[in-house]
């Protein structure tokens, strides 16, 4: 539906899961302190390593938003018109840590895992031997990318392709997740109920 120049999504009481959490400490988080694997007591020191725990935060968060869930709600469109699901944004994310790798190292480029534009989202279907292939395509390519960019230790370094800073590339890499990881919230929500951050 679209009013005022802004769509609008509806969906009856009966058809809206109920909101729900597993924590019981902070209503607003996805698991209690205690039980939340992204929790640690320490804090990074310098900018990289800060740079590095904030990614590995926000892609430990995408893949609890996705646990629990089976092929079908993991395929599911569940905020229409979007064409989004969190398997299309577990596909999506490892087709752009591809692309990350292939800036760091344009004289050797690997090709798309996916196929043309938006075949990560368009190709994301409720098969289990796709979800299991899609975490394995983004686990590889998170490894990937990690080490080529690991022989960069001058944030201040210029990359190859477009003349990117490594500092830019570690800050684009924590805001794609990030906003991402946004998106995964809502798409949680909208599938089983579960809220929290």
Known sequence: MR????IVCTVSDEEAPRRWTAASVYPDMWADPDQDPRNNDSSPDGELATLQDFLSGYRLTLRMKCEGLNAEQLARRSVP???MSLLGLVRHLAEVERDWRNWVVPEDPAPRIYGERDADFAGAAA???LVDAAFADLAREQAACDAVLAEYTDLGARLAKDDTSVREMWV???EEYARHCGH???LREC?????GQ
């Open 3 to 6: 009013a005022s120049g802004r």
């Open 81 to 83: 018109p979007s064409t």
């Open 127 to 129: 098969d289990q031997a």
């Open 172 to 174: 684009h890499r924590v």
């Open 184 to 186: 995964a919230d809502l």
């Open 191 to 195: 599938v089983d109920g579960r809220v």
